[in-house]
C-alpha cells in the first residue's frame, strides 16, 4: 500500500509539474517559395531537349551555358556570383557587370542572336539589360553594345528571356556581323540590392537577322589620259 501511495504522489506532482511549465510558442512555418511565372515570348527554353527555340524551331548555338551546379567562368566585378542548385546562376547585385569567359571565338556574322533567360529573386533598382563586348580589335565600349528586341526585364518572381538581335545592335552599326566575338558583358542592374537566377545564356544563329552590310566598292585610280601634243607651228614663208 505504501508503495501505491508513493506512485500516487510522484505522478501527482508531475501533473503539477506540467501545469506549471510555460506553453512553449508555436513555431511559425516556413515560408514556401513562390514559384517563377514564366513570360512568354517568341524565344523559349526546351527543358526536354535542353535548347533554345525560336517559333518552336530549336535555335543552332555556338555557346551555351546552363550553369549546371557551376559559375562556367562567368565572374562579377563585386557582385556574388554562385552555382543555384538546380536552377542555374544565382547573381546578387552589388555591381552591374556580369562577363562571359575570355576567348570564345564566336563568327558574329554567323551568330548574331544573345540569349539570356533570368528569373528576378529580389526587387532592385535602376534596370540596365546591356550587352557589350569584346573582338579583337576592341575593348567594351559604349560605342558597341546591344539592347533587349524580346523580352523585358523581370519582375519580382518573373522569369523573362531576353533576346539580343546584334545584327541590329543599339550603337556600333554592323561591328559585330563584321567581328570575332571574344567575350560578352551583360550589366543587370545599375543598383545593389537585386537577386537574380540566370538559368541559360546563349549565342545563336538567328534566322531573322538583318543581313550583313555590304562592303564598301574598292576605290579604282583614276585614269587621266596623255595630253595631246601641241600642233607644230607652219615654219614661216620666206620673202
Not at 24 to 50: I, L, Y
Not at 148 to 165: C, F, M, R, S
Request: charged share 20%; net charge neutral; hydrophobic share 40%.
Amino acid at each position: 500500500m505504501k508503495l501505491l501511495s508513493w506512485i500516487g504522489l510522484a505522478a501527482a506532482g508531475l501533473v503539477l509539474v506540467a501545469c506549471n511549465k510555460p506553453a512553449q510558442e508555436a513555431k511559425p512555418a516556413p515560408a514556401a517559395a513562390v514559384a517563377a511565372v514564366e513570360k512568354a515570348g517568341p524565344v523559349a527554353w526546351n527543358a526536354a531537349t535542353g535548347r533554345f527555340e525560336l517559333n518552336g524551331k530549336p535555335l543552332r548555338t555556338a555557346k551555351l551555358w546552363t550553369f549546371d551546379g557551376s559559375t562556367e567562368g562567368f565572374t562579377g566585378v563585386k557582385s556574388q556570383v554562385t552555382p543555384a542548385p538546380g536552377e542555374g546562376l544565382a547573381v546578387t547585385i552589388a555591381d552591374p557587370s556580369l562577363r562571359s569567359p575570355k576567348g570564345l571565338a564566336v563568327p558574329g556574322g554567323q551568330y548574331s542572336m544573345v540569349i539570356v533567360r533570368i528569373t528576378r529573386l529580389a526587387a532592385g533598382e535602376a534596370w540596365d539589360g546591356a550587352l557589350y563586348y569584346t573582338t579583337p580589335a576592341h575593348q567594351e565600349s559604349i560605342d558597341f553594345l546591344g539592347k533587349t528586341t524580346g523580352g523585358a526585364k523581370p519582375g519580382l518572381n518573373e522569369t523573362v528571356t531576353l533576346v539580343y538581335d546584334m545584327s541590329r545592335q543599339a550603337t556600333g552599326g554592323g561591328d559585330w556581323l563584321g567581328s570575332v566575338i571574344d567575350q560578352l558583358r551583360f550589366d543587370i542592374e545599375d543598383k545593389p540590392g537585386g537577386k537574380f537566377v540566370i538559368h541559360q545564356v546563349a549565342i545563336a544563329e538567328n534566322p531573322d537577322a538583318a543581313p550583313p552590310p555590304e562592303p564598301a566598292p574598292e576605290a579604282k585610280p583614276e585614269v587621266v589620259a596623255p595630253a595631246a601634243p601641241a600642233a607644230a607651228k607652219p615654219a614661216p614663208k620666206k620673202p
